[in-house]
């Protein structure tokens, strides 16, 4: 059950049973289950997989729908220690719904030019990154089922015009000065994107489970 978040990131680990939304804002939620219920919830995106239409009831307004959106090491062992009914070859039914309130979304969508349920676009499809380390046997970091085709071009994509910018401040095109103006400019634009998406808490609290880590670096210096 996940009720009343506001503002906030959630990843869950494989759900054999109901995972249930409820009354929640601006939330952002990772998840694989045997089926997803969601109720009254506010601008909030599901990546999620599962075998069965997501039910929506009560009044849902700005809520959408993605496919699953990360993996990590570890993930393919949690599903096979897990009685969790999943296809290798699906897709999963990410993008089916059954609304068992939809006199209420007619009334909300007249109210509001927000959408009540939509579809993801996979131009804003972002894949979640797990920060933790992976353990022995735990296996490579694979997503263990697919997502369609116009989503893994949008990731791909992106991975390329990071890769592209990291080998053009890298490269000798340019001279010591030029790059250090780039990684002022790119700095003071991540510092600004972090400002504008309030993810500064998200990159503080990677801060502190690092220092808190007696295995990392920087735990092991400040002890």
């Known amino acids: 059950m996940i009720s009343a978040c506001k503002n906030c990131r959630i990843l869950t680990a494989p759900n054999v049973g109901v995972l249930s939304m409820e009354r929640c804002e601006n939330v952002q939620l990772t998840a694989l289950s045997g089926l997803i219920r969601v109720s ?26 993605g496919p699953y959106n990360s993996k990590y090491a570890g ?36 109210d509001t030019e927000k959408q009540a349920i ?26 263990p089922f697919p997502i369609p085709a116009e989503y893994a071009s949008a990731v791909k994509s992106q991975y390329e015009t990071v890769e592209s910018l990291r080998q053009l401040v890298t490269s000798d095109e340019f001279d010591l000065s030029t790059k250090r103006t780039m990684e002022v400019v790119i700095q003071l634009r991540f510092k600004e994107w972090l400002s504008t998406t309030s993810n500064v808490r998200q990159i503080l609290d990677l801060v502190h489970i690092e220092r808190a880590n007696p295995n990392s670096e920087s735990g092991a210096k400040e002890m």
Do not use: H
């Open 40 to 65: 009254n919830c506010l601008d909030s995106r599901l990546n999620i997989y599962t075998l069965f239409p997501v039910i929506m009831s009560g009044e849902n307004v700005g809520v959408v729908l």
């Open 75 to 110: 993930l393919a062992q949690q599903l096979a220690a897990t009685p969790f009914l999943y296809n290798p070859e699906s897709m999963g039914c990410w993008n089916s719904f059954l609304d068992l309130d939809s006199d209420k979304a007619a009334d909300s969508m007249a």
């Open 118 to 143: 939509s579809l993801q676009a996979p131009e804003t499809f972002r894949e979640v990154c797990v920060p933790v380390k992976p353990s022995a046997g735990a296996g490579s970091a694979e997503r």
